[in-house]
């Protein structure tokens, strides 16, 4: 692909300036007074999977919750991001966006992301780059919708959080791999197998979490379900615990994998699994 010219260049600078203002008003935690929304989870630069969501999401007139992890892995992140930050600045309180861990420079500069916008943008592939990530630092971390009866999340539940309360300790800005709840809200894993808690294959600091982990926190929280993404599913969508947590995978084609994806419509209190 040939790179991209210096006036759109600029007119991206400018929609990243504009989605800033934006989400920096957001906090870290999102408490949506809604009981319908449709959940996106992983799109990872999938531009026929971003072109089904988007006709989807169109044609109804509710909240969208995306998950985490627009860019990596696939050539189309610059597109997908830039159209997703379009719908953010038309309609703030309709698109919401959850940071994902592609969102953190420590992994978008190894994934693909950064070397996509060299190709694009050339000389001015760092500048941009950068502020990509000043906007993913401003990207909420949880949204809890329907009287907090539902948790949105990327990842999964940290090994210190014992209810939603913990959440509350969060902060937007640059990641901080140190910081556990942040990291492990971005990359913790459920397994069916598990009690409690288990070393993740995804490396030193992230955990597996089990049945009795997760039954302990959505009481304390007084949760029914918890939405996430993060897992790659080539069914596009599994439950676990009973039906209790949804993982949710949005692309059509990942890595050479084709993927049955799938999007998530939530309508006072049930599920409905739409494919792409």
Do not use: C
């Amino acid at each position: 692909m040939s790179g991209i010219d210096h006036k759109d260049a600029e007119k991206i600078l400018t929609l990243l300036d504009e989605s800033k203002s934006i989400l920096a008003k957001e906090p870290p935690i999102l408490n949506l007074n809604e009981d319908r929304a449709i959940f996106v989870g992983d799109i990872h630069g999938d531009l026929n999977a971003w072109k089904r969501i988007k006709k989807i999401i169109s044609n109804r007139s509710i909240i969208t919750i995306f998950l985490g992890d627009y860019v990596d892995r696939g050539f189309y992140s610059t597109e997908i991001i830039n159209d997703i930050l379009y719908l953010k600045n038309e309609n703030p309180e309709q698109i919401i966006l959850l940071r994902g861990n592609h969102e953190t420079e420590e992994i978008n500069r190894y994934y693909g992301f950064l070397s996509e916008l060299e190709m694009k943008f050339r000389k001015r592939a760092h500048e941009i780059y950068r502020k990509y990530n000043d906007i993913f630092a401003q990207f909420p971390f949880v949204a809890l919708m329907d009287d907090n009866k539902v948790v949105a999340l990327h990842g999964g539940i940290p090994i210190e959080a014992t209810n939603i309360r913990d959440f509350y300790k969060l902060k937007k800005g640059d990641f901080n791999p140190t910081d556990s709840i942040a990291l492990q809200i971005l990359w913790n894993d459920p397994d069916d197998n598990l009690e409690y808690y288990a070393p993740s294959p995804r490396g030193p600091g992230i955990y597996l979490f089990g049945r009795k982990i997760f039954q302990r926190f959505m009481i304390n929280s007084k949760a029914e379900y918890l939405i996430r993404a993060h897992l790659f599913l080539i069914e596009g969508i599994r439950k676990f615990f009973d039906g209790k947590l949804i993982s949710i995978f949005s692309t059509i084609n990942y890595v050479g994998n084709q993927v049955a994806g799938k999007v998530l419509e939530y309508r006072h209190g049930n599920f409905y699994v739409i494919d792409l």
